[in-house]
């Protein structure tokens, strides 16, 4: 079974800086996904990036990256430029296979501040 | 945009009740979901349905759930007998067809049913 272990419960940033959230995840797939998930108080879940894990290049979506190294199983998500905006949970989650269920990790509550 | 919708946005019910949740997924998807969150907790999965049938279900989706796609829009969620730990927020999510290694699908979420169960 899968897992996504994410170990910073929360987080602070001031506006326009950048901050970095952590994740890791075990598997024994070869073939998989992983994901950034926003979720802003209304609890909308929102897609924020994506990674293939058959892609080397890591994942780059405007102001959202990601650091994906494979053999340390670590997926961590790079916020540049802070908003306020920003303000939410971030869930990372995992995809094992062809239309498969997402497994997520227990997620970070980021604060943006000014 | 097309979007996955889902009603009612809040339900509140007494426990022992039956509860339905609805969720209209994206017309040219194939696959759904449900899960379901529990307030300051992880999203969880609880199932998938693909083809008229579930495709996997989790430890949570016990005897007193059950899915179904009842015309060929709607995708339910029913709890038979709500217990007092089945308070959350339930997700409906959908996707087309994924084929591996060609181009991703995700999974678009609705924007969830707070469950209540008094």
């Known amino acids: 079974a899968q897992t996504v272990t994410q170990s910073q419960p929360e987080m602070s940033v001031q506006e326009a800086e950048t901050v970095t959230l952590s994740c890791t995840y075990d598997?024994?797939?070869?073939?998989?996904?992983l994901f950034w998930y926003k979720q802003p108080p209304s609890r909308q879940m929102i897609l924020v990036i994506r990674q293939e894990a058959y892609k080397q290049q890591n994942a780059t979506e405007n102001r959202f990256s990601v650091n994906f190294q494979k053999a340390a199983k670590s997926f961590s998500l790079k916020i540049s430029d802070s908003q306020l905006g920003d303000t939410a949970m971030y869930f990372c989650?995992?995809?094992?296979?062809?239309?498969?269920?997402?497994?997520f990790g227990t997620g970070t509550r980021l604060q943006v501040t000014l | 945009e097309p979007e996955v919708t889902q009603t009612p946005s809040h339900q509140v019910t007494q426990m022992g009740q039956e509860v339905i949740l609805r969720c209209v997924p994206i017309?040219?998807?194939?696959?759904f979901y449900w899960y379901r969150q529990i307030l300051g907790q992880k999203v969880e999965f609880l199932v998938s349905?693909?083809?008229?049938?579930?495709?996997?279900k989790s430890e949570i989706f016990d005897d007193q759930f059950s899915v179904e796609r009842p015309d060929g829009s709607n995708f339910t969620l029913k709890i038979r007998s709500t217990k007092l730990e089945d308070s959350a927020m339930y997700f409906c999510?959908?996707?087309?067809?994924?084929?591996?290694?060609?181009?991703?699908?995700?999974?678009?979420f609705g924007p969830g049913t707070r469950l209540t169960v008094l």
């Open positions: 999510a959908s996707t087309q067809r994924v084929v591996m290694g060609g181009s991703y699908n995700e999974q678009f």
């Open positions: 349905f693909y083809n008229n049938e579930i495709s996997e």
């Open positions: 598997t024994s797939e070869n073939n998989y996904y």
């Open positions: 989650a995992f995809e094992g296979g062809t239309a498969s269920k997402l497994t």
């Open positions: 017309s040219n998807h194939l696959y």
